[in-house]
């Protein structure tokens, strides 16, 4: 008898699991995207704009995407790192400034593991832990001393120690192995966290702890979560983002929003954030234009409210007037501005101010924003080897 067995089937298995009832298809990580396509940013060979999910390509090989300013980025299952898009100021990282509007690799490597490619510049990590960054250099967002843009990945310092990643509007921010926090880039609303409004163009550390588990940062905000499940926040404070329920009082360095230990993921969005704790509730707060608080309601928050009553979030992810997550059964859900088609609803310019399901399917593994798109990876299961 053959057993019931997930992992790789050679092809004498693969028939037999077939009359059993047991063989389990082979994995196809599949990419979509949808809305705004004005600079090929969809992948789609075009510049027509989609209002429904539509894959890019046909292969079955992405494991995330990452949206940004009318670009988009992805890593693939076998650690090759590709781009398309807009190219002004180098932005999809292949040394050149031209767009592109389907996949192009950057370089030739195959050992990326961890992406970011929000907005007008992009970062990511490779698996022997290198951090290495592209596109625009304004403020110092890149961390190479200089304010000279880079068309192609360029490694910041030499550290082989880099964990986690997020790049914003303005800024870049990254955990090494040891739990150390590093942020740079522009300052202006204390967005580093160092105490200071003064930019900086290299890595600086906040404070010398070294238990900081997650961050993310986006616009003129900076929030993370440390391996005590503690969440932390700073930066500019006009809609109650900082989450400590008063207005307009921005930070310099984080402060702790409430004294809940069980935070386990998070994103930043344009002057909100959103939070998912460990009895799998979501949770949200900031601006709520266009409703993009998902609390069914244009109201800005100023302290965590919960997004309905479920307990199967798995993942959230903002951006400049949306969010989006995915659930522990895979299904994928979006809220805020519809005016690009973003929300995957196949309808007009129907902005939503609560999650609204994409399709019906149960597989969506995770969901990332650029400007007004948004990619999905979607796992299926399928054919034989």
Request: hydrophobic share 35%; with cysteine; glycine share 14%.
């Amino acid at each position: 008898t053959m057993p019931n067995f997930s992992g790789k089937w050679n092809l004498d298995g693969q028939l037999r699991g077939i009359k059993q009832g047991t063989w389990t298809g082979i994995t196809q990580n599949q990419l979509f995207v949808v809305g705004r396509n004005n600079q090929g940013q969809l992948g789609q060979i075009d510049v027509v704009d989609r209002s429904s999910p539509v894959q890019v390509g046909t292969l079955g090989n992405w494991s995330i995407g990452s949206g940004g300013s009318f670009k988009s980025h992805a890593l693939k299952t076998d650690g090759t790192l590709w781009s398309w898009g807009q190219g002004s100021g180098g932005k999809l990282g292949n040394n050149a400034t031209v767009s592109a509007s389907s996949p192009i690799q950057i370089g030739a490597l195959t050992n990326w593991s961890q992406l970011s490619g929000r907005q007008e510049h992009a970062a990511a990590i490779t698996t022997n832990g290198e951090l290495y960054v592209w596109g625009s250099n304004a403020n110092g967002r890149l961390g190479l001393n200089d304010v000279a843009y880079r068309s192609s990945p360029t490694q910041v310092g030499s550290l082989s120690s880099w964990a986690k990643v997020s790049n914003g509007t303005y800024n870049t921010a990254a955990i090494t192995t040891g739990g150390k926090l590093y942020v740079w880039g522009r300052n202006n609303r204390g967005q580093i966290g160092d105490n200071t409004v003064v930019d900086r163009s290299s890595p600086v550390q906040i404070g010398a702890l070294t238990n900081w588990a997650e961050v993310s940062v986006f616009g003129q905000n900076c929030a993370a979560i440390k391996t005590d499940g503690t969440i932390w926040t700073w930066g500019f404070n006009n809609s109650g983002q900082i989450g400590k329920n008063y207005e307009n009082i921005s930070k310099s360095s984080p402060v702790q929003v409430g004294a809940l230990t069980n935070w386990s993921q998070l994103s930043t969005g344009d002057n909100f954030i959103s939070a998912v704790k460990t009895d799998g509730t979501l949770w949200i707060w900031g601006n709520s234009a266009q409703g993009r608080l998902g609390d069914g309601t244009t109201v800005g928050k100023s302290s965590p409210v919960q997004i309905g009553t479920d307990t199967n979030w798995l993942q959230v992810e903002l951006d400049i007037q949306n969010g989006g997550a995915v659930t522990t059964t895979g299904e994928l859900y979006v809220w805020g501005q519809a005016e690009n088609g973003q929300l995957g609803q196949n309808e007009g310019d129907i902005d939503k101010s609560s999650p609204v399901q994409v399709g019906s399917e149960t597989t969506w593994s995770n969901v990332a924003w650029g400007a007004f798109h948004l990619l999905a990876v979607k796992q299926n299961r399928t054919g034989m080897s």
